[in-house]
């Protein structure tokens, strides 16, 4: 099945109410390109203010707790971030387990967590450049996201609606330099393999996976032109209505994923 490509704007620890007037830009050009599925994921405090305003793009969260409340002090819960509109949230980003420590049964935990809150989840996985240069990428990223995501008994029965994999080199992120395309294509190729192996090839094959680090509008087409690309995780370039459409628009030619 071809899915429209999927580009997600991930703001980071980006954006105060002065974003908002660029978060508007973004949603009423996301209206002009329908064949593409734009969604954000600004800091907490900007979910509910675009949820309210967007008629297009979904927004989406940066991160949740594992569980449903209580004495958390600072911590948000799944139920609290689809209650102030997030539709999807993003999780295991390298970010998150670098700074935080987070450990792939703890982001198993919030996947859990988000799926039974009725949200969408973005896996994310990645191999730093230590483990690049050793070889040994694949196997690294085949072992964390089998850790990261739930197991098939966990999943609801659209996991392909509900689930997006996002693989994102952690040496990539924010560097200005993409994977390859070669390297892109293998670890997507290896990625697909293992969703049908977790999950079926009816279920596993329809799972979008997109490619996040350095996406920029001059890079994107090449990068979506790579067979199981089905879109991608933009930090920095999504700051901008301009560059972020800028990518929107080069995907906007149907591809297969
Ligand atoms: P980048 O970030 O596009 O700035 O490299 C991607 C991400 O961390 O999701």
Redesign the pocket.
């Known amino acids: 099945m071809t899915r429209r490509p999927y580009i997600v704007g991930?703001w980071k620890m980006y954006g105060t109410r002065a974003m908002l007037s660029e978060a508007r830009a973004i949603d009423r050009a996301a209206q002009r390109h329908m064949k593409v599925e734009v969604a954000l994921a600004p800091p907490y405090t900007l979910i509910h203010p675009i949820h309210r305003e967007a008629e297009q793009i979904a927004v989406g969260a940066q991160d949740c707790h594992h569980q449903d409340g209580g004495a958390h002090t600072g911590d948000i819960s799944a139920a609290m971030i689809a209650d102030a509109g997030a539709k999807f949230v993003i999780l295991g980003?390298s970010?998150r387990r670098q700074d935080h420590g987070e450990g792939d049964a703890l982001v198993r935990a919030k996947a859990e967590a988000a799926l039974a809150a009725g949200l969408r989840i973005i896996m994310c996985c990645g191999e730093s450049a230590g483990t690049r240069e050793s070889g040994k990428a694949v196997e690294f990223v085949k072992q964390q996201l089998t850790a990261s995501l739930p197991s098939a008994e966990a999943m609801p029965a659209d996991i392909a609606e509900r689930l997006t994999v996002a693989y994102?080199p952690i040496w990539?992120?924010?560097t200005g330099t993409a994977a390859t395309t070669d390297d892109i294509g293998e670890m997507h190729a290896c990625i697909r393999a293992l969703l049908v192996d977790l999950f079926g090839e009816e279920q596993g094959r329809d799972v979008r996976i997109i490619y996040?680090?350095?996406?920029k509008p001059d890079n994107a087409a090449a990068i979506f032109a790579v067979p199981e690309v089905g879109g991608a995780?933009?930090?920095?370039?999504s700051l901008t209505a301009d560059s972020f459409m800028g990518i929107a628009l080069a995907a906007s030619e149907p591809f297969e994923n």
Not at 212 to 215: F, T
Request: cysteine-free.
């Open positions: 991930n980003h970010e994102e990539a992120i924010g996040g680090g350095s996406v995780l933009v930090g920095g370039a």
